[in-house]
């Protein structure tokens, strides 16, 4: 289960108001106590995730949220942010209502509202009526009447206490996972394909290890019975050397795409790691449309460069050192550049000329595709590092980016 990558999980997130029984539910739904229970409200004050096996839905990601009418202090609103970040990578939530939630006359407007979000991020959701224990059956009944009427929407009955409930709702969680297959070099390597990988070895290389899209592409390729050959970029001649004929396909770092290029055999097939993800997590046709910005782009224009993971800015870094070196050498040393990390994306975005997004190895497709949707909903280009890079190089037209798959 620990060798799952946490961005292949399935995420599901559990929504609801201060006390509506979230974290409880969860605690219920895997046996264990992972998520603190306090009648208090606003015990859970920032999401928080943990990595399980679940029966029917495999290995999962759960999402314990704050509550969404958290209004009590001057951090309640900052909490319900952070609530509306985790709606983004959410794959699948649970919307819970508790008995003093569905009472007749009460108003179930914030409920409605996170539908809403959850509709317009086109996540499934599972409405659940929580500590039905408390509860006989004309006070279920009612509760759930009020529930439909408010919401449009049924709910399941279930007691995280007494455990009534729990297997309607892991089977509704089942039925309502949309799989999506997805491969990383889908329509580019096939079994019996000899595949070369070009992987330089510099400061943001982890020491004693590689890092997670390099393993993941591999692992693929040894499943697709490819044959793998990996080295650096100084190595690249050699490796050339040794193979009987060339390679089907090279993989190598966006940042090595000219050296790579200038000794590739011209039956050979490249891309990269980041474009490779950029078509695997996101929207690559976007991306490759996105890069035409790049063309329209003046000393005085205004760009940001997001990375999914956050770390230590170091001196060969790709997002905050060499990528935005490449631009202003193309573009102009004014050009102003922002960059963020993690969960730190503008919600607005109306700013900026263009958006250059990383490979989003550490994040799931979900999170990738709603940042996607935001930027075209707010008519801004979008790009990817690996895709930017090959165009401003002048090669991306003869870089595999798999936009006709």
């Known amino acids: 289960m620990q060798g799952t990558p946490a961005a292949e999980r399935l995420h599901i997130g559990f929504y609801g108001r201060c006390n509506s029984g979230k974290s409880s539910l969860i605690n219920a739904l895997t046996g264990q106590q992972i ?171 982890p020491k004693g290890r590689l890092i997670q899209p390099q393993v993941q592409t591999i692992r693929e390729l040894l499943d697709k019975e490819c044959t793998v050959v990996s080295c650096t970029t100084r190595g690249m001649k050699a490796a050339l050397e040794a193979l009987a004929r060339p390679p089907k396909l090279i993989i190598t770092d966006s940042q090595a795409f000219e050296a790579v290029y200038a000794l590739k055999p011209a039956e050979s097939m490249l891309t990269s790691f980041s474009v490779l993800f950029a078509r695997y997590k996101g929207d690559i046709r976007t991306f490759v449309e996105g890069a035409a910005a790049l063309a329209r782009l003046t000393p005085s224009s205004h760009v940001l460069i997001a990375e999914a993971c956050t770390h230590a800015p170091q001196n060969e870094d790709i997002g905050r050192v060499k990528l935005p070196a490449l631009l202003r050498k193309r573009i102009g040393a004014d050009l102003q550049i922002d960059v963020v990390g993690g969960n730190d994306f503008p919600e607005d975005l109306t700013d900026y000329d263009l958006v250059i997004h990383c490979g989003a190895c550490m994040f799931n497709r979900r999170h990738v595709l709603n940042r996607v949707a935001r930027a075209r909903e707010q008519q801004v280009p979008i790009t990817n590092y690996g895709v930017a890079i090959a165009a401003l190089l002048g090669i991306l037209d003869r870089v595999e980016c798999g936009c006709d798959e």
């Open 35 to 205: 998520a603190v229970v306090s009648e208090r409200a606003g015990t859970t004050t920032d999401p928080v995730t943990k990595a399980m096996e679940l029966p029917g839905l495999g290995a999962c990601t759960l999402i314990d949220t704050p509550g969404f009418d958290d209004r009590d202090d001057d951090l309640g609103p900052q909490r319900v942010t952070q609530t509306l970040k985790a709606a983004d990578r959410t794959d699948m939530a649970l919307l819970l209502i508790g008995p003093e939630g569905a009472c007749e006359g009460t108003s179930l407007n914030d409920e409605q509202e996170w539908l809403r979000q959850f509709r317009r991020r086109e996540v499934p959701v599972v409405t659940v009526l929580t500590q039905c224990d408390r509860m006989d059956e004309a006070e279920r009944a009612r509760a759930l009447a009020v529930i439909e009427q408010q919401t449009g929407v049924r709910a399941l009955c279930v007691s995280a206490r007494t455990g009534e409930g729990m297997d309607a709702l892991r089977r509704a969680l089942a039925s309502s996972r949309r799989d999506e297959e997805r491969r990383i070099t889908e329509g580019l390597a096939e079994p019996g394909d000899t595949v070369l990988l070009v992987m330089p070895q510099d400061a943001q290389a």
